[in-house]
């Protein structure tokens, strides 16, 4: 990708240098009221032909300039792209990878941002804690009632008692353990079957850009690759050689002297493919990348949200069981993951 960026921006610069030459050279002449147009455009006022006035080399002047601004606007739009990932700053795409790569150990002063490994301690260790208390996705095979087998459930990881109703109607317990589930068939015999239990894995959220940042580059790749001068080059045109010809008695069309009416359906065309080209650099590509990195910084408050509040719930258990305190924290002030932690505390979810 920075290849290219380097690639279309030198590109981008010869067509800048040529037309900013020419643009300048037009606007000198213009100024003056007509004292400085070239000797072709006098001799041609002269002979009473129109379209040769100041005001005329004006707008060559600035037909030339549009082409020149809409160059500069992409060459610098894709300045700033190129910055955006190689140069670090307050929190640009830069900063953000090479934190949660790694390759960074901390960001620039008075910058807060999570590194690598406080990102790690806090994925692995709230995916700790959801296992420990079973908030994950478990399922476990079991027969119905008519005789087929079906899958369900929602238990926890390590070892969980479940109380059920055997078929002749005894209240029955067995223990999920280790990734089995025991349990009676209709017909009354014992049979143990694998459970299989998903952690909810915190990582991907949390170095999203890692994983699918290369996704966003290839978008942008796809794009930069592109033809941003399609239309053709501004130096081939001749502008500024057929804008200085010399005055001919009857010449007509380009064997004139070039004014507007002839620069323009020149130049003007030069532009459209630039400004699309342009378009989407920082309006799609840059806010593709930015968008990484809200993403990931999401994730990161809400798993230190999720942290704090199982914290908070260590640190007031014992008071939680006193009804005062339950409904101060449940319809007061605690938060809604500590409130629902606390419902499961009621519930024997959690001991």
């Known amino acids: 990708m920075l290849a290219r960026i380097d690639a279309v921006q030198a590109l981008l610069a010869t067509e800048m240098s040529a037309s900013l030459t020419d643009y300048n050279a037009f606007t000198a002449y213009a100024v003056g009221g007509g004292a400085n147009l070239p000797q072709g455009w006098i001799d041609a006022t002269n002979a009473s032909v129109s379209g040769y006035t100041s005001v005329d080399m004006s707008a060559v002047a600035s037909t030339v300039n549009t082409y020149y601004q809409a160059c500069l606007l992409t060459h610098n739009n894709l300045q700033e792209l190129k910055d955006y990932v190689t140069v670090i700053d307050v929190d640009n795409?830069?900063?953000?990878?090479?934190l949660l790569s790694g390759i960074d150990d901390a960001p620039p002063q008075d910058i807060l941002k999570p590194n690598n490994p406080s990102l790690m301690g806090v994925g692995m260790g709230l995916i700790q804690i959801?296992?420990?208390f079973g908030i994950g996705d478990?399922?476990?095979?079991?027969?119905k009632a008519d005789g087929t087998l079906d899958v369900s459930g929602n238990l926890g990881g390590g070892s969980n008692l479940f109380q059920f109703y055997r078929a002749d109607g005894l209240l029955d317990t067995i223990t999920m353990d280790a990734g089995h589930l025991p349990f009676y068939r209709a017909d009354g015999t014992l049979d143990d079957l694998e459970t299989t239990f998903e952690m909810i894995n915190h990582l991907l959220g949390l170095f999203g850009s890692l994983f699918t940042g290369d996704v966003t580059i290839a978008d942008a790749q796809t794009h930069l690759d592109t033809d941003p001068l399609s239309a053709g080059t501004y130096g081939p045109l001749g502008i500024s050689a057929g804008v200085n010809k010399p005055y001919v008695s009857g010449a007509v069309g380009e064997d004139a002297i070039w004014n507007n009416s002839i620069v323009g359906p020149k130049v003007a065309p030069l532009s459209v493919?630039?400004?699309?080209?342009?378009?989407?650099?920082?309006?799609?590509?840059?806010?593709?990348?930015?968008?990484h990195i809200v993403d990931d910084m999401a994730y990161y408050d809400e798993c230190q949200h999720k942290l704090n509040s199982i914290m908070k719930a260590y640190g007031i258990s014992g008071h939680i069981q006193d009804p005062f305190f339950a409904y101060m924290y449940t319809d007061v002030f605690g938060t809604a993951t500590l409130n629902e932690i606390i419902a499961q505390f009621h519930a024997g979810e959690i001991t």
């Open 130 to 132: 959801e296992h420990r």
């Open 93 to 98: 795409f830069k900063l953000h990878m090479e």
């Open 138 to 143: 478990v399922q476990f095979p079991f027969y």
């Open 273 to 291: 493919p630039v400004l699309l080209y342009n378009a989407p650099l920082i309006t799609t590509h840059k806010a593709a990348l930015t968008t």
